[in-house]
């Protein structure tokens, strides 16, 4: 596989993956194969892994998560950005890891492969080279 296919291999997982929480939280993924399955289940588990949150604060904590996830997401796909989203991805899956290992063990964090993904997000972030992504239609209409 050449760089252009894994960078961006790596931008649609990553932004998928996202995306497929968000719908779970929502409730667009089947009964049978949801996490969460709506937004109080999501939230119940937001407050397991961030137990040193008050109650008071976890809303705006699921919602603040959701919203980067979206925005992180889409910028990501469409390629706006890279470097910086694959990067606030990173840190946000990193965020989501230790906040599972620090309140219900690692084997969840490993089991939903967070560390994996945080990983893949921080190599992203690093790769430079330019391909399939907005970011060339602006840079080219800048150069112009």
């Known amino acids: 596989m050449n760089n252009k296919v894994i960078k961006l291999y790596l931008r649609l997982a990553i932004s998928f993956g996202f995306l497929s929480a968000v719908g779970d939280r929502f409730?667009?993924?089947?009964?049978?194969?949801?996490?969460?399955?709506?937004?109080?289940?999501?939230?119940?588990?937001?407050k397991l892994i961030n137990p040193w949150f008050p109650d008071s604060m976890l809303t705006t904590i699921g919602i603040l998560a959701t919203?980067?996830?979206?925005?992180f997401a889409v910028f990501l796909i469409v390629g706006f950005k890279t470097e910086l989203f694959a990067r606030l991805s990173g840190i946000l899956l990193l965020i989501f890891a230790l906040s599972m290992t620090f309140s219900t063990g690692i084997k969840g964090a490993f089991d939903y492969s967070v560390f994996i993904a945080s990983a893949g997000a921080f190599a992203l972030s690093i790769m430079k080279e330019k391909?399939?992504?907005?970011?060339?239609?602006?840079?080219?209409?800048?150069a112009k």
Do not use: M, P, V
Request: aromatic residues 16%.
């Open 67 to 71: 919203i980067a996830e979206i925005l």
């Open 27 to 46: 409730g667009l993924w089947s009964k049978e194969i949801s996490t969460w399955g709506n937004w109080d289940n999501f939230l119940q588990y937001t």
């Open 131 to 142: 391909h399939w992504e907005l970011d060339n239609l602006i840079n080219r209409s800048k």
